[in-house]
């Protein structure tokens, strides 16, 4: 189901970006990252995992539509992302905790589509939603998984060039990610969200 949303909304930006003008511009932002507690396996026992708050950096390159979207002009862009957070806490099914001090760093390749809602002032709402991949790293040891995300924010204008990003966005994988590095075996959820401050760069 993911693969052919993907498809779709490729075609549908290939179908867009050829009847329409476009603006390229770059973007870059961070700000704060949470990883939401979520199910893990630790060798034989099972239960919850939290983290501590993390922080979060992005990098992209993208598109806007001109003309032939008055209305909701539409965005296409490719974005890379970092974020690393601290693992603190294992609460095991059945009563127990154990405490944790794991590093965990996420690098995603997100391809994203936002709808920008105008408002004929310098701030313009959207909506974004956005499919990829991700590299999740456990101390050293790695697995890759698919993400999803979805996000809101509000650009605002500041010149003819510049626009003040503020957005925030919840992203989350289908299946677990996995680690084994000989002695332990775990497997995991991973989902979270972000809150970003950026600027972007209209050529």
């Given at each position: 189901m993911f693969q052919k949303t993907l498809i779709i909304l490729s075609l549908s930006a290939i179908t867009a970006l050829s009847q329409t003008e476009v603006t390229q511009?770059?973007?870059?932002?961070?700000?704060?990252?949470?990883?939401?507690?979520?199910?893990?396996?630790?060798?034989?026992e099972s239960g919850k995992?939290?983290?501590?708050?993390?922080?979060?950096?992005e990098i992209a390159y993208g598109?806007?539509?001109?003309?032939?979207?008055?209305?909701?002009?539409?965005?296409?862009?490719?974005?890379?992302?970092?974020?690393?957070?601290?693992?603190?806490?294992?609460?095991?099914?059945?009563?127990?905790?154990?405490p944790l001090d794991g590093d965990v760093q996420t690098f995603s390749l997100m391809g994203n589509a936002y709808l920008d809602i105008l408002t004929g002032?310098?701030?313009?709402?959207?909506?974004?939603?956005?499919?990829?991949?991700?590299?999740?790293?456990?101390?050293?040891?790695?697995?890759?998984?698919?993400?999803?995300?979805?996000?809101?924010?509000?650009?605002?204008?500041?010149?003819?060039?510049w626009i003040i990003d503020l957005k925030l966005k919840a992203f989350t994988a289908p299946g677990d990610y996995n680690f084994d590095d000989g002695t332990t075996t775990a497997t995991a959820e991973i989902s979270g969200a972000q809150v970003q401050i950026g600027a972007r760069y209209m050529f």
């Open positions: 511009y770059l973007s870059v932002s961070g700000g704060f990252g949470n990883l939401a507690e979520g199910d893990i396996n630790i060798n034989t995992s939290s983290y501590d708050q993390g922080g979060s950096f598109v806007k539509l001109d003309k032939g979207v008055e209305t909701f002009p539409a965005r296409f862009e490719i974005a890379g992302g970092y974020q690393a957070n601290k693992m603190n806490e294992f609460d095991i099914s059945g009563g127990g905790t154990l002032s310098f701030v313009t709402p959207y909506l974004m939603i956005g499919l990829g991949g991700a590299n999740v790293d456990f101390e050293g040891d790695d697995d890759n998984v698919f993400l999803f995300q979805i996000g809101a924010g509000a650009g605002f204008e500041v010149s003819e060039h």
